[in-house]
């Protein structure tokens, strides 16, 4: 019974993990899209 209960406090946890994850980039989405245009600049293909 022991294993169950530890078994389900673990699985409880990292499912509020992912999802608090997810809320927090939820609401700050404006903010990591435009960290991510700065960060990932678009550059044309170097083809010769």
Known sequence: MIDLSATLIG???FVLVVLAIC?????K????EDWFKTKFVKRPNRTP
């Open 23 to 27: 809320g927090a980039a939820y609401f």
């Open 29 to 32: 989405a404006d903010r990591l």
């Open 11 to 13: 699985f409880a946890s």
